[in-house]
């Protein structure tokens, strides 16, 4: 079967550095999303990796590794209002989204 | 503004009734998708349709049933609603179903609630 793995909830202090891991074993790889979802709200694109390495936006990074089957979003400089939950969606081989459950990422002060 | 309109916000149904719920974009995107959100899930494609006149069944289809008449409208209607489908409902639009570069967009959701 089709899975996409990330922690439920990660706490950090704002300013700090934060990672959200996620992995995933898709039947086939067309690219890995990151999203952001506010409490109540639509999901926001964040960022698009298909190719192995680091992309970088602003305070926002995120890293694949295809042979791993891993990927990161690394944010830095947290803020309070980067408290959300953050979901990784994988592009299987038919070109349908595969969707992991989200980190729930709560900042404190 | 461009971007995605679903209607209505939020609804509460009574089993049984049929509902359908709304979705209108004005992107001219030609892939358009129904995921339900429920807590400690990740979004799961109920339909999609890659093009007007054309839908497709996605991971939970069963108690829905979509239609694609033009680009813009991809209406969700549930037959006969049963409590398991409370749920937040969102549609989303791709401008390509395939190949490049093309990030979900999404509307601002239904908060369905079946008593």
């Known amino acids: 079967g089709q899975n996409i793995d990330q922690p439920t909830e990660m706490t950090a202090t704002e300013g700090a550095i934060v990672q959200i891991n996620c992995t995933y074993q898709t039947s086939g790889f067309n690219g890995l999303f990151w999203y952001q979802q506010h409490a109540g709200e639509a999901p926001t694109f964040l960022s698009y990796?298909?190719l192995d390495g680091l992309e970088e936006k602003g305070r926002f990074s995120s890293f694949l590794s295809r042979s791993k089957g891993y990927s990161y979003l690394l944010l830095k400089e947290l803020q309070m209002k980067d408290s959300a939950s953050y979901l990784c969606?994988?592009?299987?081989?038919?070109?349908?989204?595969?969707w992991g459950a989200g980190t729930k990422l709560i900042i404190k002060p | 503004i461009a971007g995605i309109t679903q209607a209505p916000t939020s609804q509460i149904l009574a089993a049984g009734r049929r509902m359908t719920l709304r979705c209108t974009q004005d992107?001219?995107?030609?892939?358009m998708y129904w995921y339900r959100q429920d807590l400690g899930l990740g979004l799961r494609l109920i339909h999609y349709s890659n093009t007007a006149g054309t839908t497709g069944k996605g991971e939970v289809p069963d108690g829905y049933s979509v239609s694609r008449a033009n680009t813009d409208d991809f209406p969700l209607t549930l037959a006969s609603a049963v409590p398991s489908q409370t749920s937040v409902y969102f549609c989303?639009?791709?401008?390509?179903?395939?190949?490049?570069?093309?990030?979900?967009?999404f509307g601002n959701g239904t908060r369905l609630t079946v008593t």
């Open positions: 969606a994988v592009l299987d081989s038919n070109y349908q989204l595969i």
């Open positions: 990796n298909v």
């Open positions: 992107m001219r995107h030609n892939a």
């Open positions: 989303a639009s791709r401008a390509s179903e395939t190949g490049d570069f093309s990030p979900l967009h």
